[in-house]
């Protein structure tokens, strides 16, 4: 006795596809999977680019301020008292051998050293991430925080021997920062809901003539295979199964009346 031929069963991924329900829903969920993921791993990106991008300016305002202090410094033969600084988002100290701050500026006077760095004369160093409490002298409100990128310049006299400490504040590369975050967290569901409309719309479209061809043979009789279905214009996949659905209705009409004529002979004779 031969096997009985074996029946293919449903993989898991099948499984999971029918459990989503129908086509438009499966559409519109993959899709709406696939642009999420995307629009989210395209976000991450260009957070890492802008926050890199803001970081690296502040580090070069820096190392520019740092500069202009070991000018200044030189061309004065001392060190000044206060240290200038440009703005508030900037503050500036020059730190002796032994580590103790031999001037500052007027937002960070009295306070121990920004970093325990020491580079060698003529070497940049630079520190990101510092906490640091800097005084504010005006009533505008500024984008400063506790977070600060340090430029530490390595200065051998004469006058003055030691590091230029020059701190550059993040608040505003942070702040811009968290608004792009807050925009793409924001856009985020309003772009995939409308992918999810949009590819439900435009499935249930495309099935349309699909859905006409099964409502009309679902409405044929039994006994009258003579009606056909609508063949649409496009020469899609669904146009082709409904010119094979005619086909196939056409071989059982011929079946039927060869079935029919057969019978009648048999009766006659």
Known sequence: ??????????????????????????????????????????????????????????????????????????????????????????????????????????????????????????????????????????HVHLDLDERFVVAALGISGPPVRGTVLVAYSLGAADHAINLVRLSLMAGLPALVLFVAVLVWAMTGWALRPGERSRSQVAEMAATDLSHRVVEPAARDEVGELARTMNEMLTRLQTGNERQHQLIADVSHE
């Open 1 to 138: 006795m031969s096997p009985a031929p074996a029946v293919n069963q449903p993989t898991k991924w099948a499984r999971a596809m029918r459990w989503l329900g129908g086509v438009r829903v499966r559409a519109a969920a993959v899709s709406t999977l696939a642009v999420g993921a995307a629009f989210a791993l395209s976000s991450l990106g260009v957070l890492a680019l802008l926050r890199g991008s803001l970081y690296q300016s502040a580090a070069n305002t820096a190392q520019d301020e740092a500069l202009i202090v070991s000018a200044m410094i030189t061309s004065r033969g001392h060190a000044p008292v206060p240290i200038p600084e440009p703005a508030e988002e900037i503050a500036a100290q020059v730190v002796g051998p032994n580590g103790s701050v031999i001037t500052s500026s007027r937002n960070i006077a009295d306070q121990a050293a920004m970093v325990d760095i020491a580079p060698r004369p003529g070497t940049m160093v630079m520190s990101t991430g510092v906490t640091l409490r800097v005084r504010r002298f005006t």
